[in-house]
C-alpha cells in the first residue's frame, strides 16, 4: 500500500500552497451547495478540478550554463522587440530589447527567475485589467517589476502584469534577496504576461508565437553563445 501511494504521490503534478485555499473555498462550497442540489455538485467537482490545475507547479530542469536567460513563464511568445522598461524600475532610459510571455489560464501560472543573482529592485504599480496580450497592458495595466542583477554585472528585468481575469499578483521575494535561475519568484493568478527585457546588444533566441516553458526554455544568451547548454538542475 505505501509502495502504491508513493507511485501516486509521484505521479501527481504537485500543487503549489498559493492555490490551497482556493481549493479547500470551491470543495467547500461544492459540497454545501451540492448537498442540495445534485447537478450544482457535478458542476462544483469540475470546478474545483479546474482550480487545482491552475495551480499546479510541475518539476522543471532548468538550464544553468553562465549566461544563459529562460523564460520566467509558461506560455506564449507574444511580443519581441524594442520596449521602453517600466519608468518605476529605472533600468533604462532608451528601449531594450522586450520578450513578452503571455500565460492563458490554462497555462502553469508559477513564474521563475530568468537569470541568477540579486533582486535590486522590487517596484509595484497598480492599474488597470485590459487584455494581458495586448501591448498597452504594459503601460497600463497593474504590475510589478523586479531587476535582477548577475553575479558578472548584467542587469535583466522581469515584470509580472496582470491580466483581463487576473485580480493578483503574488512575490514570493523581498528586494535585496538572491536567487537562482529556475527559481520560484512568484505567481499571477488566473491568466496574465511576463515581460523580459534584456541588457543592449543581446540578442533573443527565440521567435514570435513559440511556446515557452517557465525555468527551461532558453530566452537569450548573455554570453553571445548559439551552442544549447550542457548542464541543467532539476526543480
Same mark, same amino acid.
Given at each position: 500500500?505505501?509502495s502504491?501511494?508513493? =507511485? ?9 500552497? /498559493?492555490?490551497?485555499?482556493? &481549493?479547500?473555498?470551491a ?5 454545501l451547495?451540492?448537498w442540495?442540489?445534485?447537478p450544482?455538485?457535478? &458542476?462544483?467537482?469540475?470546478? =474545483?478540478?479546474?482550480?487545482a ?12 550554463? /553562465? ?6 513563464a509558461d506560455?506564449r511568445v507574444s ?8 519608468? /518605476?524600475l ?6 531594450l530589447?522586450?520578450i513578452?510571455?503571455?500565460m ?11 537569470v541568477?543573482?540579486?533582486?535590486a529592485r ?5 492599474? +488597470?485589467?485590459l487584455n ?6 504594459? /503601460?497600463?495595466n *497593474?504590475?510589478?517589476?523586479l531587476?535582477?542583477?548577475t553575479?558578472?554585472?548584467?542587469? +535583466?528585468?522581469?515584470v ?8 493578483? +499578483? ?5 528586494e535585496? *534577496? =538572491?536567487?537562482?535561475?529556475? *527559481?520560484?519568484?512568484?505567481? &499571477?493568478?488566473?491568466g496574465?504576461?511576463l515581460?523580459?527585457?534584456l ?5 533573443p533566441?527565440?521567435?514570435e ?15 553571445g ?7 541543467s538542475r532539476?526543480?
Amino acid at each position: 500500500m505505501s509502495s502504491l501511494i508513493d =507511485t501516486i504521490s509521484k505521479t501527481l503534478t504537485p500543487i503549489h500552497p /498559493e492555490g490551497r485555499p482556493f &481549493i479547500a473555498i470551491a470543495a467547500a462550497a461544492t459540497l454545501l451547495i451540492g448537498w442540495f442540489v445534485t447537478p450544482i455538485f457535478w &458542476i462544483g467537482l469540475f470546478l =474545483t478540478g479546474w482550480v487545482a490545475y491552475f495551480f499546479r507547479d510541475p518539476q522543471r530542469v532548468t538550464p544553468v550554463a /553562465e549566461g544563459m536567460v529562460v523564460s520566467p513563464a509558461d506560455g506564449r511568445v507574444s511580443f519581441i522587440g524594442p520596449a521602453m522598461p517600466p519608468p /518605476e524600475l529605472g533600468l533604462s532610459d532608451t528601449p531594450l530589447t522586450r520578450i513578452s510571455v503571455f500565460m492563458s489560464v490554462f497555462d502553469v501560472h508559477v513564474n521563475r527567475a530568468p537569470v541568477g543573482g540579486r533582486l535590486a529592485r522590487i517596484a509595484y504599480k497598480g492599474g +488597470i485589467f485590459l487584455n494581458a496580450d495586448l501591448d498597452k497592458a504594459s /503601460e497600463d495595466n *497593474e504590475r510589478n517589476g523586479l531587476i535582477i542583477e548577475t553575479a558578472a554585472g548584467a542587469r +535583466i528585468g522581469v515584470v509580472q502584469i496582470a491580466g483581463l481575469v487576473a485580480r493578483r +499578483i503574488v512575490s514570493f521575494k523581498t528586494e535585496g *534577496e =538572491t536567487v537562482e535561475i529556475g *527559481e520560484r519568484f512568484g505567481l &499571477i493568478r488566473f491568466g496574465s504576461r511576463l515581460d523580459v527585457y534584456l541588457p543592449e546588444g543581446v540578442r533573443p533566441l527565440v521567435s514570435e508565437g513559440q511556446r515557452a516553458i517557465a525555468g527551461e526554455t532558453p530566452l537569450a544568451d548573455l554570453t553571445g553563445r548559439t551552442q544549447a547548454p550542457v548542464s541543467s538542475r532539476v526543480d
